[in-house]
């Protein structure tokens, strides 16, 4: 099974500060990673999906990059709303489809 | 605006079944594959099951299959999963969500609100 890991668990930001969360995949994915935000009480939502398609309604301070095994989500700007848990997911070696465990993004 | 939007959760004891409701609109349910995912309490997402548009494909997490059934009526517009044998470790928020295309695709978006099971004795 393909294993995702996410660094850090915990960011600790301020508003305006730009915010780099990693993503690490256990073999290639190629392209087929995509980044989803959490916040407390709500469902998941697709922010980003084969490494830096923005999803529909995602704004531009969100962007995605990298290939193979390293991924990284950028947030140039946190705004108020952006803090939430972030998860990353792989579609490359399915089933299962595999998520990362996380990183919360939180105010320093 | 699609919406998506699960039923059927609620307590029930280990070995029992439990069936799990997704009701779409606003969207050409026929035309997507529909996925389950699940969250413990405070943990993370982990994939549950897939069906295809037609129904004519089903993939299964391995800690579900031969336990969990997915299943979808287009007729009404409504995706389920059926949980049986169900032990301690299925306690999460099970959430549906919708797939790109009408194959299976792994792109997870939009999802519903998710409805809690709790299995306990």
């Known amino acids: 099974e393909m294993v995702l890991t996410q660094s850090p668990a915990t960011l600790s930001l301020s508003p305006g500060e730009r915010a780099t969360l990693s993503c690490r995949a256990s073999?290639?994915?190629?392209?087929?990673l995509a980044w989803y935000q959490q916040k407390p009480g709500q469902a998941p939502r697709l922010l980003i999906y084969?490494?830096?398609i923005r999803a529909t309604g995602i704004p531009a301070r969100f962007s995605g990059s990298g290939s193979g095994t390293d991924f990284t989500l950028t947030i140039s700007s946190l705004e108020p709303e952006d803090f939430a848990v972030y998860y990353c997911?792989?579609?490359?070696?399915?089933?299962?489809?595999?998520f990362g465990p996380g990183t919360k993004v939180d105010f320093k | 605006q699609v919406q998506l939007v699960e039923s059927g959760g609620g307590v029930v004891q280990p070995g029992r079944s439990l069936r799990l409701s997704c009701a779409a609109s606003?969207?050409?349910?026929?035309?997507?594959?529909m996925h389950w995912v699940r969250q413990a309490p405070g943990k993370g997402l982990q994939w549950v099951a897939v069906?295809?548009?037609?129904?004519?494909?089903?993939y299964y997490a391995d800690s579900v299959k031969g336990r969990f059934t997915i299943s979808r009526d287009n007729s009404k517009n409504t995706l389920y999963l059926q949980m049986n044998s169900l032990r301690a470790e299925d306690t999460a928020v099970y959430y549906c969500?919708?797939?790109?295309?009408?194959?299976?695709?792994?792109?997870?978006?939009?999802w519903g609100q998710g409805t809690l099971v709790t299995v306990s004795s």
């Open positions: 997911q792989q579609r490359s070696h399915w089933p299962p489809f595999t």
């Open positions: 073999q290639s994915v190629s392209s087929y």
């Open positions: 084969d490494t830096s």
């Open positions: 969500a919708r797939d790109s295309t009408a194959m299976v695709r792994g792109v997870f978006g939009p």
């Open positions: 069906i295809s548009y037609d129904g004519s494909n089903e």
């Open positions: 606003e969207f050409t349910f026929s035309s997507y594959a």
